[in-house]
């Protein structure tokens, strides 16, 4: 019997993600055949700004190659544009005069960029940011010119603007709103996105109209002119403002459109036998520009297509992620507020991490995320089901982990997830089908998984879950993938292959790395120059660099700085422990330099806070005690309990202990900051079971746990070894530290670097393996010894400058120009 012919006019992300479901529900009932106007076979359009950032090639973002269609037995015609729809006959008939007929017409014709209509749209070097030829366009142009102007603060322009800049272009935006992504993100997520974005070099011109471009002699765009009258030089122009869905061929067939082509719940036009989906859709009045709506609508339609009859598109609540390597932003719903909505806010602006969540009637209405995106698929599932939070209020601000769906808490959120629960936003794909594909086909590694269920195929934001779910499904036979992360937008070089590279290759200084690795920015950025750096002196100790203005302003001048531009200083009090004498010298300079807060910390020691930057050599001179690391990447402070010393319940000195740690790992360097802790009985005074090495006396030794973070997000330490002695203790400790300092991505606490390579990797080097135990201990030893005290160092005048106020070096260039 004659298989009914169905025509696809889109050989686009919609239009084939639809034939993909058709495929898998009703494999053989249709003759299919598709029409391309581009040249090309399906390709991921969500990694354009990849390919334009020089991240990726095309080819890497292909989706569906040409052996696919002829696998599955699809005619493709690429290059070829329908400009006529015969509903009577039920035939379309191409541009170069092909005709197919059809029993079954989809429409994906997707959308066209909107430009601006102002005098010059139509010049040399103005261009638009939609398909391959676009970025190709793009990607030219900044091999001869130097000045690209993009129109539009939005997802695009941005993505835009990011992917010119690393090509080597000074980059200014142009958006007409107050503040970036205005219609994604909130007033102060914007904020924090156009500082991160100018640290990359990017300038902005916020609350500007375009009013033309203006031509050079040649015909070519060489500037923008504003309405209030400034212009800007620009070689090449961007419209970003904004798509419309392409109707054109629609409404020449006589098919309803208003904003887009008109489907019903089932994705149906006023002809039942034409189907729609996709950019050019109108759908209850609304059409959706983002790729996951789209993929929603695509299994809907396909189920219809199939005679299943069942299934219907309501609508799609959407979210946002920008895709520019290094930031991570979310939002979704309601996030702006209003009238009967409360706000929930966690604002940490020097740490870069915002998250704000709308409540109503105790319902999650909106989120948005900036920084910290980890639960971003978390609140939106909220949001979307619609369920009460009433008793997740006193938690929701700090994640999944910490609610505990399955009532563990602290354990990983792939773990906490259901079968049903949506992994990968852009794909729609749940973790139950990655589950299913990874144990019928043998998946090992997260390409596998994107290649089989397309999960962290398209903005890879998920890609961190879906490594989890392979690791809590496979156990040790996960399999990492080595090019999934890389350090920042400077290099497409992961953390693992900078690293190899300085060891094996004994790079002692960045511009030796940045030279040997072919860095794309010549000097490196804010995020990479601090990794570099870490791996530089942690890779070659007592012979790397280290590069003072690599660090962070709290590692330059060795205390912590607080949100009015003071400082606070905390005095080393090893194990907590201190003296009268040293009371005394503390209460003295908290007195002298009118020191506005003395506080007790949660790591048992006493903060100085709101010490003037020009007083800081003075009182760590007037304090005569070492300062403690309690501002740096490095080791924080080691928490005692009194133990068998002062204590009924106590088995070990755990206060020794914990000197005794402390003064070994004293000025330690890490990837991030390390807090230890020593119980002298398992009542754990001590908090020992959420800190990175938690050591708890017990009447036999010791056990030790590694892994805990008592921060946003608690996660309990989990149990690494039981041993006898003292010495033992500081032997396992430390080896288990020096391999985190050795393997651990910069920035990434031990928690998430124990979760990415497995508790039983640790537990290999170094519990099983006593000669590379003692290796790595040797090593920790030797990268230790004879560390400078930073302190000392700097009464003696060391980087004296570092401490003058802004405010006099301004004053001394003025007086040293003037003479």
Same mark, same amino acid.
């Given at each position: ?6 025509? =696809? ?65 699809? &005619? *493709? ?229 199939? $005679?299943?009859?069942?299934? $219907? ?15 991570? *932003? ?139 779910? *392979? ?139 709101? =010490? ?23 080791? &924080? ?40 802790? =020593? ?141």
């Amino acid at each position: 019997m004659k298989k009914p012919r169905l025509v =696809v006019v889109g050989n686009g992300m919609a239009g084939i993600r639809t034939v993909e479901e058709l495929l898998a529900l009703a494999p053989d009932m249709y003759e299919i055949t598709v029409f391309g106007s581009e040249p090309h076979p399906n390709y991921n359009r969500i990694l354009l700004s990849p390919v334009l950032a020089g991240e990726q090639s095309f080819n890497e973002i292909v989706l569906n190659p040409v052996s696919w269609y002829e696998d599955n037995g699809i &005619r *493709l015609h690429m290059g070829k544009t329908i400009t006529r729809i015969d509903r009577a006959r039920r035939v379309v008939m191409a541009d170069d005069g092909t005709e197919e007929p059809y029993d079954r017409l989809l429409l994906a014709t997707g959308s066209q960029p909107f430009i601006l209509p102002i005098p010059g749209k139509d010049l040399d070097g103005v261009v638009t940011y939609r398909d391959i030829r676009d970025t190709e366009r793009m990607i030219d142009a900044a091999k001869t010119k130097q000045h690209a102007v993009v129109i539009g603060g939005g997802l695009l322009g941005l993505e835009a603007a990011n992917g010119l800049k690393l090509r080597g272009m000074d980059v200014s935006v142009v958006h007409l709103g107050d503040w970036l992504l205005d219609r994604q993100l909130d007033p102060t997520a914007g904020g924090l996105l156009r500082r991160s974005l100018e640290e990359r070099g990017l300038t902005f011109l916020l609350a500007k109209q375009t009013a033309e471009l203006v031509a050079n002699e040649a015909g070519h765009v060489s500037s923008v002119r504003f309405k209030d009258g400034d212009e800007v030089p620009a070689d090449l122009v961007v419209m970003a403002v904004g798509i419309r869905p392409n109707t054109a061929l629609a409404e020449s067939a006589g098919l309803h459109c208003n904003r887009g082509i008109v489907v019903s719940d089932v994705l149906q036009t006023f002809d039942p036998r034409i189907y729609a989906v996709g950019e050019c859709v109108s759908h209850r009045g609304i059409a959706y520009g983002l790729v996951a709506p789209l993929f929603e609508q695509a299994k809907v339609c396909a189920n219809h297509l199939a $005679q299943m009859g069942i299934g $219907q598109y309501k609508g799609s609540v959407l979210s946002t992620k920008l895709k520019v390597t290094g930031i991570d *932003l979310f939002s979704a719903g309601d996030f702006m507020g209003g009238e009967g909505t409360e706000d929930i806010v966690l604002s940490d602006p020097a740490g870069g991490v915002y998250k704000k969540l709308v409540i109503k009637d105790d319902k999650l209405v909106g989120a948005c995320l900036y920084g910290d995106t980890t639960d971003g698929a978390w609140y939106f599932k909220l949001l979307r089901e619609g369920r009460t939070i009433n008793d997740l209020r006193d938690h929701i601000m700090f994640g999944e982990s910490a609610i505990g769906d399955s009532g563990v808490q602290g354990q990983s959120r792939a773990a906490a997830m259901q079968d049903s629960d949506e992994v990968c936003g852009c794909n729609g794909v749940c973790k139950g089908t990655i589950v299913k594909a990874i144990k019928e086909k043998g998946l090992f590694t997260v390409d596998d998984v994107k290649k089989h269920t397309k999960a962290a195929s398209s903005c890879g934001s998920c890609t961190g879950l879906v490594e989890q779910i *392979l690791m809590n499904t496979l156990g040790g036979s996960f399999q990492e993938t080595p090019k999934t992360k890389a350090v920042c937008g400077c290099t497409d070089r992961t953390h693992e292959e900078v690293r190899r590279a300085i060891r094996e290759h004994h790079l002692l200084t960045h511009r030796a790395a940045y030279d040997f690795l072919e860095w794309r920015t010549p000097n490196g950025c804010a995020t990479c120059r601090p990794a570099v750096n870490y791996y530089l002196i942690s890779t070659w100790p007592h012979e790397a660099t280290d590069d003072p203005q690599s660090r962070f302003i709290n590692e330059r001048a060795h205390a912590n700085i607080q949100k009015d531009g003071t400082f606070s200083v905390v005095p080393q009090m090893k194990g907590g422990v201190t003296n009268p004498s040293e009371l005394r010298r503390i209460a003295d300079v908290a007195d002298k330099y009118h020191i506005p807060m003395v506080k007790v910390t949660g790591g048992q020691r006493i903060d100085l806070l709101g =010490v003037k930057k020009e007083d800081l050599v003075r009182v760590w001179r007037d304090l005569g005690m070492q300062s403690g690391h309690a501002y740096g990447k490095s080791i &924080r402070t080691v928490k005692t309990c009194v133990g068998s010393e002062f204590c009924r319940f106590g088995t070990q000195n755990s206060t020794q202990m914990g000197i005794d740690l402390e003064t070994m790992l004293a000025n330690m360097w890490a990837p991030h900051k390390v807090k230890l802790a =020593v119980s002298g009985c398992p009542r754990n005074c001590a908090e020992a079971g959420i800190k990175d090495v938690g050591v708890i006396a017990v009447d036999s030794g010791w056990e030790l746990y590694v892994g805990g973070n008592g921060g946003i997000k608690t996660e309990v330490a989990e149990f690494f070894v039981k041993v006898k002695t003292p010495e033992e203790v500081k032997e396992y400790a430390g080896a288990f530290l020096q391999l985190y300092r050795e393997e651990a991505h910069y920035l990434e606490r031990t928690v998430h670097y124990l979760a990415r390579v497995g508790l039983d990797h640790a537990k290999r080097r170094v519990v099983d393996d006593a000669a590379n135990r003692r290796a790595l201990y040797e090593r920790l030893l030797y990268a230790l010894e004879g560390l400078p005290d930073p302190w000392a160092a700097r009464i003696k005048g060391t980087q004296a400058r570092e401490y003058i106020p802004i405010k006099l070096i301004t004053e001394r260039k003025l007086d040293e120009q003037a003479v």
